[in-house]
């Protein structure tokens, strides 16, 4: 190619690459793509002189390599202004313009590889683009294998005096190509990720997410915060598997690298710019999320470590092939021992790991606080409830189970109080049905409580009466206010409930019949009032299951039971009348 030729597309490429790099980013709101088709333009000139020279040369050279860079820009822009057909064809023809091992090309092939991947993703086109993907990973392979010579960079294949084929090993250039390789191969690992999730292979996800990581802390060149979300999303997937040692680290590794960076901005000179402020939002922001997720790691811990003390299983489940997987660039020993990793067997075991996950959902709070971020936490203090819930199992004295109930209720309830249905009648169900389950759970206690006294010959008296129907008068309510929230104006239930609201309804009527059996009234007539709650609570869940096969489906084990308390009660029922028909006004055989 003739000197002025070459200058003449040189021009081209470094001004297209300044508009696609630095001036769209400034590009105006009504005209997004206003720097990108300028670019589009000047690579189109370039490529009718590359297409003419090499047409006249017929000999595969520089200029070939040229062309599979301004095609693989072009297709670039292609995907990038919504016209991926267009872009797929020109990245399709870069990766034929060619050889794809070349140094001079290697880096325009898995750039267009790349794109294709993320151009098929986008279509739902999965396996599509898992095939581009892996076409990538193991053109890197070979390359790595198979060439001695360092890549070239695609902008430097167009400079005056490059280096060719043969002088790209110990060059500047050379050395840029290599860190371009690596981390056009991370990206690749990076889709490759999300390739497998969406195929089903979650297994393999997990795999190439944790790669992708570690090749990131090799390059030190990355997003700290974005790392350290993607290595706390990381930690999630590995908790229902109960692969528990790989979720501790990959959150004491998202916990260390943001500390990092908190260090940096802490240190930065200007700490009022809005850039800074900025910056410090967005890590208070993520440091609170990963903090959700070690209190979510204690929380599954338990729940765990109590379904296999239920089933008496004497081993952790086999791991998958993923096996263990390590950040070694990383000294993580210090946050890592203080959260266990293995199921534990006692309470004191388990309060350890509660008092952990509490510490770190209190970091949480203190960033979703309910004035500013009233959604989230609302969600955060549900999850310190959840997190009271999995350690009362491991507590077998009734007496301190009741005050870790309380503890939700202190928890719940002010929350509730402040939420107003109109932004957030879910979230208000949510807390009701919650707050009524505990409620109930706490009478419960309470009866077991008086049981035991019973054994040893201390009976009840009007105060535990008062309590326990205290309690139950509780859960009632919260359970009536969840029920209200699904009625219209006139006090009407929908004739069907939707399948997700269903089973919740029909089991807050379950409780409903089992809690007004169980108030305990010295007078009759109370008594009978209640009895008669009960039945048109069982009732209400044998009609509805009954005229809509859904509710049935939904109510397989408690189903049978309601038709039993519906024939049952009636008796008692009349056993009652009998007594206020004899002049009787109250109950001689109170008992829980």
């Known amino acids: 190619m003739d000197p002025e030729t070459q200058e003449s597309v040189r021009d081209k490429l470094e001004r297209a690459i300044h508009l696609l790099e630095v001036v769209s980013a400034s590009d105006p709101e009504d005209e997004p793509y206003k720097s990108k088709y300028a670019a589009r333009e000047l690579l189109n000139d370039a490529r009718f002189q590359l297409e003419r020279h090499i047409e006249q040369s017929d000999v595969i050279g520089p200029a070939s390599h040229q062309l599979a860079a301004v095609l693989y820009y072009l297709g670039y822009i292609g995907v990038e202004t919504d016209e991926p057909s267009a872009g797929e064809e020109l990245l399709e023809a870069s990766l034929r313009a060619a050889p794809a091992l070349g140094p001079c090309t290697v880096i325009s092939t898995l750039s267009a590889l790349n794109q294709l991947g993320l ?20 053109v890197y392979q070979q390359y790595r294998d198979q060439v001695t010579l360092k890549p070239v960079e695609m902008s430097e294949l167009f400079r005056e005096g490059r280096p060719d084929d043969e002088k790209t090993d110990d060059s500047k250039e050379g050395r840029s190509g290599q860190t371009k390789l690596e981390e056009l191969h991370t990206l690749t690992l990076y889709y490759l990720a999300q390739a497998y999730n969406n195929v089903g292979e979650p297994v393999k996800a997990a795999l190439y997410c944790h790669n992708t990581l570690s090749r990131q802390l090799d390059s030190a060149s990355f997003d700290k915060v974005e790392w350290a979300l993607n290595s706390a999303t990381l930690s999630q997937f590995y908790l229902p598997k109960q692969m528990f040692r790989n979720a501790r680290h990959h959150l004491a590794a998202a916990t260390h690298v943001l500390e990092q960076h908190g260090e940096e901005l802490r240190a930065a000179p200007d700490q009022t710019s809005e850039e800074h402020q900025a910056k410090l939002e967005r890590y208070r922001h993520r440091e609170a999320d990963v903090a959700r997720c070690w209190t979510k790691l204690g929380q599954v811990l338990l729940q765990s470590s109590a379904e296999r003390l239920v089933t008496s299983t004497p081993s952790p489940p086999a791991e998958p092939s993923t096996g263990q997987l390590f950040f070694r660039q990383l000294e993580l020993s210090q946050l890592e021992k203080q959260m266990p990793d293995s199921p534990v067997r006692d309470f004191e075991e388990a309060r350890r790991v509660f008092l952990c996950a509490q510490r770190w959902i209190q970091r949480a709070k203190e960033y979703y606080s309910l004035q500013e971020h009233a959604s989230d936490h609302v969600e955060v203090v549900r999850e310190h409830s959840q997190l009271f819930k999995a350690l009362i199992f491991f507590e077998s004295d009734l007496d301190r189970q009741c005050k870790m109930y309380k503890r939700r209720v202190d928890l719940l309830e002010p929350v509730l109080a402040e939420l107003n249905p109109t932004y957030y009648l879910l979230v208000i169900r949510q807390l009701q049905y919650e ?16 049981r035991d006294r019973d054994k040893r010959g201390q009976h009840v008296t009007a105060h535990v009466v008062e309590k326990i129907n205290h309690l139950a008068h509780q859960s009632i309510k919260y359970f009536d206010l969840f029920l209200d929230t699904l009625k219209d104006s006139e006090g009407h239930f929908p004739e069907k409930f939707d399948e997700d609201l269903t089973r919740p309804v029909l089991i807050a009527y379950f409780h409903l019949g089992h809690l007004y059996n169980r108030l305990m009234e010295i007078e009759l007539k109370p008594k009978l009032a209640n009895v008669q709650k009960s039945i048109a609570a069982y009732q209400f869940i044998i009609d509805y299951c009954d005229r809509v096969p859904m509710g049935a489906e939904k109510m397989t084990e408690e189903l049978a039971a309601c038709r039993e308390m519906a024939r049952l009660l009636p008796t008692k029922m009349d056993r009652i009348r009998n007594a206020i028909n004899d002049g009787g006004t109250v109950t001689t055989d109170l008992k829980v």
Not at 435 to 450: G, R
């Open 119 to 138: 151009v098929w993703s986008r279509r739902g086109e999965h396996n599509r683009s898992q095939h581009y993907l892996q076409t990538a990973e193991t």
């Open 435 to 450: 707050l009524a389950e505990i409620y109930s759970d706490i009478a419960q206690c309470k009866v077991e409580l008086q």
